[in-house]
């Protein structure tokens, strides 16, 4: 059997057989989207997949409990460690001209490099949506109104208090200016996505529900979004969710705009929408 590695609370875990990967699951301590690795994989995986390429025909079924999603996944620590290709690349500088060097180092460190931004992004992405999902099971516990406030703080608190969310680390990415919570009392520190306030029932699906900070939006037919110039973005690009469950990474242009958050063809009605920051 393959030894297994896991993602778990922003650290590499492992190694774990299947069967003890199944037991994890099912007691609640890790979800279906956990991300997960073995040997012969090129990237992160996520746990159902792994099992399913591992079935267990005796395994009882397994509740999948949700749980909030996790912090950025790293890559795998397979192959040569990166210290040692370092060392390895600098004990022979004597041997080898500085060009030749420099394009050994990028072509070891690039592929990490890109796959640690886009695994960052993806994740950002994944907790925009999981964010919106609590937004849309308050608004059915409330006649369809969304919870709304000042700021998107005093949203995602709302979500806290009333148990729509469990852990509050998912309104957080790594960025600078903001702190990762350690308690359920929210600060603007600790918040990294904005709120689109003004969302009812009858408001369309392409609305931006939760983005991720960093960028102010247009909210018009095919409005995009421009650089918010007093907030260093954790990634050239926004993650957002929609009211219709769709998320999106919407990457920048060099010029730092992000165009088009909002279909051309959308019809906002008459409804007026407000961006809500930290």
């Avoid at 079935?55 to 009882?60: L, Q, T, V």
């Avoid at 954790?234 to 009211?243: E, L, Q």
């Amino acid at each position: 059997m393959p030894d297994i590695y896991l993602h778990l609370q922003g650290q590499q875990a492992g190694p774990f057989q299947p069967a003890q990967v199944r037991q994890l699951l099912f007691e609640g301590k890790l979800s279906a989207e956990t991300p997960a690795w073995y040997q012969g994989l090129t990237e992160w995986s996520t746990v159902s997949k792994v099992l399913a390429a591992f079935p267990n025909e005796n395994a009882p079924p397994v509740f999948v409990p949700p749980t909030p999603l996790p912090t950025a996944p790293v890559p795998p620590q397979k192959g040569m460690h990166g210290c040692l290709l370092a060392a390895i690349i600098i004990g022979v500088v004597g041997l080898v001209s500085i060009p030749v060097l420099g394009c050994l180092a990028g072509i070891a460190l690039g592929p990490i490099t890109n796959g640690i931004k886009k695994a960052k992004e993806n994740m950002s992405m994944q907790q925009a949506r999981g964010i919106e999902l609590a937004m849309f099971a308050y608004a059915s516990d409330h006649n369809g109104a969304y919870p709304d406030g000042k700021t998107s703080t005093e949203v995602f608190q709302k979500l806290i208090d009333g148990k729509y969310v469990s852990d509050p680390a998912i309104f957080y990415v790594a960025m600078p200016g903001k702190t990762k919570p350690v308690t359920d009392t929210l600060v603007a520190d600790n918040v990294c996505y904005d709120v689109t306030s003004g969302v009812g029932s009858d408001s369309s699906g392409d609305v931006p529900i939760v983005f991720s900070t960093g960028y102010i939006v247009t909210y018009s037919p095919g409005g995009g979004a421009t650089r918010d110039p007093g907030v260093e973005a954790a990634f050239p690009g926004m993650a957002v969710a929609y009211k219709n469950n769709s998320a999106h990474f919407w990457n920048a242009l060099p010029d730092g705009t992000v165009p088009q958050i909002i279909p051309s063809g959308v019809d906002l009605g008459s409804d007026t929408y407000q961006q809500l920051k930290p």
